[in-house]
């Protein structure tokens, strides 16, 4: 066998490796596509007969406290928790706590809220790091909302210190840069109100705000962003919430609840300490905690996704401030598995550790090596196919042009139709965007992805799994917020 003949066929089987792994990841996706239109086909009869309107005049319905951690949160904090105080929900509360915001955080709530300075006793049933500075009570209405000031903490801590202070039986966490639908905590509460015993937490879909037009804190005008960076965004955000975690709640193996927008019982969170304040993705640390604590105590319970709840949050519109958010998630991400190992593949933890965590070890944390490493596959594939009619070869094919094909139909169209299902089961489902206009430019969003945007996040993921291997001080960067409003 000739060196070229040698060559050419390791070139042939990494091809077809590629290939494999781009078919196993879609495939899995396709799996999980039809899990999830299933599941909004039962979510969509049983909402028919849910009586919203009754749970809302329900005076026994179960309480929730709503936490929102601030830091430097001046530009959406104001709107943010008008948005609160407007939901439909008989009995909840906001709990604001801010983490030593250096901008007007504070004096904007005060002035806003016509905030009073009263002492409170906040609990220390969870253990906290940073001082309790001051509490305050609006004079507005009732006493449903309260403002925590303490010394900077990270997020974890402040949510931490948000649930020793919170009075009801259900902890809502919601991000200060998020907006809720009116009717969010009364369709994401609903699953504890039919299964009390055994929902231990649930989430909601997160959707990007960008472009839409936002009026005393509710989203008035939802319309896609015509910035390519948060159309992308867009698209992305949909097929995660609406074909990710609606199909994982489906296998009852949902190992991720966004941060920006999640239910637990109170009791849970006591059982387990509240919040890792070492750990980057606190928010997905923290359900992976609750799954193995359900193990260890033979707890019947499930984390579920609800798919009609919202919350709007703001994209970032710059690369910087992206680079640094897919490079913490993905640090998040490596942390948590590594620090929670010893669940895969653990029959004790059902269908997280036999089925999930696997999946998400071969599919989300190797997957932007395996990208990279495919893109410069690619490249080195494409320069070969031009060097085939130089005579030193001797005529020997060192690429199959089929192979090529099958890679590009592989990695990228099989990726893109699946998009573009997640975009037919939203336009079908909710129909939240209007107009042809707004349904093109997603179908734009969904092409561009493909060109630019997965290799960008692919090398800022990597990025992120590196600086987990290396244990180096996190960088959280700063969110360049431009506020809510009409941003089309």
């Known amino acids: 066998m000739s060196w070229v003949d040698l060559f050419s066929g390791v070139i042939q089987a990494m091809g077809w490796f590629f290939i494999g792994y781009s078919l196993l990841i879609n495939t899995s996706f396709l799996v999980l596509t039809v899990l999830a239109v299933a599941d909004f086909v039962g979510y969509r009869r049983r909402a028919e007969f849910a009586a919203y309107d009754e749970t809302f005049g329900e005076p026994l319905a179960r309480g929730v406290s709503v936490l929102m951690p601030a830091y430097n949160e001046e530009a959406t904090i104001v709107e943010s928790v008008r948005a609160m105080l407007s939901m439909r929900y008989p009995d909840f509360e906001i709990v604001v706590i801010d983490d030593g915001s250096k901008d007007r955080t504070v004096p904007l709530l005060i002035e806003a809220f016509d905030l009073v300075e009263v002492p409170l006793v906040v609990d220390d049933a969870v253990p906290t790091e940073g001082e309790v500075l001051s509490t305050y009570l609006s004079r507005q209405g009732s006493n449903n909302l309260v403002l925590v000031t303490k010394t900077n903490g990270g997020k974890a801590d402040a949510l931490n210190v948000g649930i020793n202070m919170a009075r009801k039986d259900l902890v809502c966490m919601v991000d200060a840069d998020s907006l809720l639908d009116p009717d969010s905590l009364l369709h994401v509460s609903r699953p504890f109100a039919d299964h009390p015993d055994k929902v231990v937490a649930a989430g909601g879909v997160v959707r990007v705000a960008n472009g839409s037009s936002v009026s005393r804190g509710r989203v008035t005008d939802i319309r896609m962003p015509r910035t390519w960076l948060a159309r992308v965004q867009v698209v992305e955000y949909l097929r995660a919430f ?247």
């Not at 009791?267 to 304040?277: K, R, S």
């Not at 959280?476 to 917020?481: A, E, L, Q, S, T």
Request: proline fraction near 2%; glycine fraction near 12%; hydrophobic fraction near 50%.
């Open 242 to 488: 609406m074909i990710g975690r609606a199909g994982w709640s489906s296998t009852g193996g949902l190992l991720i609840i966004s941060g920006a927008f999640g239910i637990f019982r109170k009791d849970v969170l006591f059982e387990v300490g509240g919040l890792a304040t070492d750990c980057i993705g606190e928010d997905a640390e923290l359900v992976v905690r609750i799954y193995r604590w359900m193990g260890d105590v033979d707890h019947d319970g499930k984390v579920v996704f609800v798919s009609e709840p919202v919350a709007w949050t703001e994209a970032p519109e710059e690369r910087a401030v992206l680079a640094k958010q897919r490079r913490r998630w993905h640090r998040g991400l490596a942390e948590i598995l590594g620090r929670h190992r010893g669940m895969l593949l653990r029959p004790k933890y059902g269908v997280i550790g036999m089925v999930t965590m696997p999946w998400f070890v071969l599919f989300e944390l190797l997957a932007p090596f395996l990208e990279l490493f495919g893109l410069a596959y690619f490249l080195v594939v494409l320069g070969l196919l031009g060097l085939e009619h130089l005579d030193w070869l001797g005529g020997h094919d060192l690429v199959d042009l089929w192979l090529v094909v099958l890679l590009l139909a592989a990695s990228i169209l099989y990726s893109f139709l699946l998009t573009l299902v997640a975009l037919l089961t939203e336009e079908m489902s909710y129909r939240r965007y209007r107009g042809v206009g707004d349904l093109l430019r997603s179908v734009r969003g969904a092409i561009e992805e493909n060109f630019g945007y997965r290799q960008l996040t692919a090398w800022w993921r990597v990025g992120g799994a590196v600086e987990a291997i290396r244990k180096s001080t996190p960088e959280w960067g700063d969110m360049k917020r431009r506020g809510f409003g009409d941003q089309s």
